[in-house]
């Protein structure tokens, strides 16, 4: 039921001009909220500072856009500057309210499949709070140089030192409308305002004036489920002649995915979850026995535990302009100085 809603309104959204009457008669009271919000801001509500530079990477549409790859790549740009970055988040979907220090191996019901994926990639302190002002403070305690928020670009109350905006260049901002009637959280105009504009892919259809730089994921290995090997694309193909495969994504942009494995050389029987599944047994019952499954490294987190064979999943890279990679150095450096 929610995979068919949540298809049906990305249809809406990206793939038609003009959203149906009955969203559109929504979007004036989504936009009364939004004011709202901005003037309690201005209005100089109370505000959560950080203890050191705090970087927000977020992005103006709903959905998967690419932030979790950038924070990443942001933190190993931090790391190569021997600086000790910390990543906030509010860990989209857990079930626990409390606020917990995330380890590699801990449960993504409690914390959430991104921050758990962050915490194995990054190997960084993160932290999932309810508010994300209670996890800037938990990090304060753990003398790190920088905090890096995994969203959190709409959150008024955040005292941020830059803003990073992800943009899917594939989808861009859909329809140009705002909740409900579209994918936008906030105007289009809100890109102009923050430091950065990072596209995920190129964004052919982007205004001419607006300045982007472009991130490009890259995966061309694939590892087992339980971490036990890892193979080219081409020796997986070749262990698998014969066999049905069969592709999972619950993440934003599934199709994003089915086409990175389309690049590989793999032909898979497609299957797209909504984003942040919870995944159970049931929902591999679609495979056949001996076939093998490929999922993307965010689902991977959640499935470990499940037991499944011949299952494996893609990590990715992230590969960013230098111009805009050397940019960002600069800007923490400064940042730092600052802040001394």
Not at 43 to 55: D, E, F, N, Q, T
Request: charged share 25%; glycine share 8%.
């Amino acid at each position: 039921m929610r995979a068919g809603i949540e298809h049906w309104i990305i249809r809406k959204w990206y793939e038609t001009p003009q959203p149906p009457w009955y969203l559109r008669m929504l979007e004036p009271v989504y936009r009364a909220a939004l004011n709202h919000e901005q003037k309690k801001k201005k209005s100089g509500s109370k505000s959560c500072r950080s203890a050191v530079p705090l970087i927000v990477v977020g992005n103006i549409t709903t959905g998967g856009s690419g932030k979790t790859p950038l924070v990443i790549r942001l933190c190993q740009i931090a790391k190569e500057l021997n600086l000790k970055p910390g990543i906030v988040s509010t860990g989209y979907g857990r079930r626990s309210r409390k606020t917990l220090l995330v380890k590699t191996d801990s449960d993504t019901r409690d914390c959430g499949d991104e921050p758990v994926l962050l915490a194995i990639r990054t190997g960084v302190p993160v932290v999932v709070a309810e508010r994300r002002c209670d996890a800037i403070k938990t990090l304060d305690d753990m003398g790190l140089d920088v905090l890096i928020s995994d969203d959190g670009l709409q959150q008024t109350d955040l005292n941020r030192d830059m803003n990073v905006c992800v943009v899917d260049g594939k989808r861009g901002l859909g329809n140009g409308h705002l909740l409900p009637a579209g994918p936008l959280r906030e105007p289009a105009g809100r890109l102009r305002q923050v430091d950065y504009v990072v596209t995920n892919g190129v964004w052919e259809d982007k205004p001419d004036d607006l300045a982007v730089s472009v991130m490009q994921l890259t995966g061309d290995s694939l590892c087992a489920l339980d971490d036990s090997s890892v193979m080219s694309a081409a020796k997986f193909r070749q262990n698998n002649t014969g066999k049905k495969v069969h592709a999972i994504a619950g993440i934003g942009h599934p199709q994003r995915f089915f086409n990175m494995l389309e690049s590989l050389q793999i032909v898979a029987a497609n299957h797209a979850f909504p984003d942040h599944h919870r995944f159970c047994l049931k929902d591999f019952e679609l495979a056949e026995p001996g076939s093998a499954i490929i999922m993307t490294e965010k689902d991977a987190v959640k499935c470990r535990s499940l037991g499944l064979e011949n299952a494996w999943y893609v990590p990715v890279d992230t590969h960013l302009d230098e111009s805009f990679e050397v940019t960002f150095r600069q800007h923490l450096l400064g940042l730092m100085k600052e802040c001394k």
